[in-house]
């Protein structure tokens, strides 16, 4: 190849490189507008947070590129919009108590368009905790905070351990990320109890009908149990990864989430995916039709529980982000593990199938280290867990930056931890909830659930 050849080719490759260049920083651009215009308008607007409190939080640490996003807040119309240099702009408009929702991207879609109390619970805070409880808000590693905003224990029904941040109280919602997962599977356990849903069949997406398409074989089980053999990059650090896409730029989650391509045969192989929880929101949004899915988190789930604070927000679709953003002060949240304690019991009243519980802690058999059940974890991930050892029906449902709902049936205790912890090893939800237990001392009663009556103590 002679010399004048070489050059062009090289001005040719430089010219791809730098198109592509562009293109992901376009891309990571938007995603970083619609994360800063998604977050700052659920915290204000369905929170009730000060923006400027909410702010400070999210160009901090490795978020600092949050600072080169500018945004305004329009409080008549109740929109936040975010861009960067002023021509990669995203908006994100409250729905009132349905929480915030991200409008479609213009750049990918253009022409798409789009007071409150925890409850009176019983309250008997045991001077045992106190100190444990004090603890999860000091900051014994300064350049790796913790940031703990919320701890709600209960036993028995109980409230026995409470403590929140400066600017945070039991009547403010709190973003649970994966903790929505469990929210999901609470939902799909009232579904089947109803005869709507069954997990043994494939669901219903019409985008899988086609002869020979092996995704027609996929479950609910399956994808309960994240087992469902399609492909997602779940890479929360990179701006243009299936679930960052999924979460902050696609106007149906689920649809995006279903269009994967099978890369193995459903029930062999265990992978974490957030777009197996979205094709399962759009999936019960399917079976049970329009007119009741807009309704069904709060008749099925929140209002039998009274979470009146409790919010699962959707996509400019109209589908629950049933992954990711469910919103719900720590006392609801608290009485969501508490429904899974007393094995789907809440006063008197059966609200899962009976079994759920059980099939809900029960290994995915994909999974070879059996630390995840049916959208709950059975062990917490290593960047929050020390040494202690929790007993032996311990689970959990989790979410990013440290949000927990540890549950315990045989010593009828849910212990909820919620922050903005984003280092591995700030905080360590194994250690603590072992500290609780000591400080309570144990029940001793292995299998026993709490009564009706304590349950009737949360109304």
């Known amino acids: 190849m002679t010399r004048s050849r070489w050059r062009r080719v090289a001005a040719a490759l430089a010219a791809v490189l730098a198109i592509a260049a562009g293109f992901y920083l376009v891309r990571a651009a938007a995603i970083l507008a619609a994360y800063k215009a998604k977050m700052l308008c659920s915290e204000v607007f369905l929170a009730g947070r000060d923006p400027a409190a909410v702010e400070r939080e999210l160009e901090v640490n490795d978020l ?77 590693q300064p350049g790796r905070p913790r940031l703990t905003r919320a701890i709600v224990a209960v036993r028995d029904g109980l409230i026995v351990g409470e403590r929140y941040a400066p600017g945070f109280t039991a009547d403010t919602p709190l973003l649970g990320w994966s903790m929505t997962k469990t929210m999901m599977n609470a939902l799909v356990g009232v579904l089947v109890r109803e005869g709507r849903l069954q997990l043994d069949r494939p669901v219903p997406i019409p985008e899988w009908q086609d002869a020979g398409d092996p995704r027609r074989a996929i479950t609910l089980d399956h994808l309960l149990r994240m087992s469902s053999g399609l492909e997602f990059d779940e890479s929360a650090w990179n701006p243009v990864s299936d679930v960052t896409v999924m979460l902050l730029a696609a106007p149906d989650a689920g649809r995006y989430a279903a269009s994967k391509r099978s890369v193995a045969a459903p029930g062999t192989v265990w992978q974490y995916s957030s777009g197996t929880t979205n094709i399962i929101s759009r999936a019960i949004r399917i079976a049970i039709g329009e007119a009741e899915y807009a309704r069904l988190p709060r008749r099925a789930l929140f209002d039998p529980l009274q979470m009146s604070s409790a919010v699962i927000e959707t996509d400019p679709s109209g589908t629950f982000v049933g992954s990711s953003f469910g919103y719900a002060t720590a006392r609801d949240w608290a009485r969501l593990g508490m429904l899974y304690v007393n094995d789907g019991v809440w006063d008197g009243a059966r609200i899962l199938p009976e079994g759920w519980v059980a099939y809900t802690r029960t290994p995915a058999p994909a999974d070879p280290l059996q630390r995840y059940g049916a959208h709950v974890w059975l062990k917490v991930a290593e960047a929050y867990s020390g040494d202690a050892v929790l007993p032996t029906d311990t689970f959990h449902a989790t979410g990013h930056a440290g949000q927990f709902v540890t549950m315990i049936p045989s010593e009828r205790l849910v212990v909820v931890r919620l922050g903005l912890t984003r280092y591995a090893g700030a905080w360590d939800q194994t250690g603590f909830v072992r500290d609780v237990i000591n400080a309570l001392g144990t029940t001793g009663t292995a299998g026993e659930r709490p009564s009706h009556e304590d349950t009737r103590a949360w109304h």
């Open 64 to 140: 600092q590129a949050l600072r080169v996003v500018a945004d305004s807040i329009d409080h008549r119309a109740r929109r936040v919009t975010s861009s960067v240099a002023g021509f990669v702009v995203r908006d994100a408009v409250s729905a009132g108590d349905r929480g915030c929702t991200l409008a479609p991207d213009p750049a990918t879609h253009p022409g798409e368009s789009t007071p409150r109390s925890g409850g009176t619970l019983r309250v008997a805070l045991d001077d045992r905790l106190r100190a444990v409880i004090d603890r999860a808000f000091t900051e014994p």
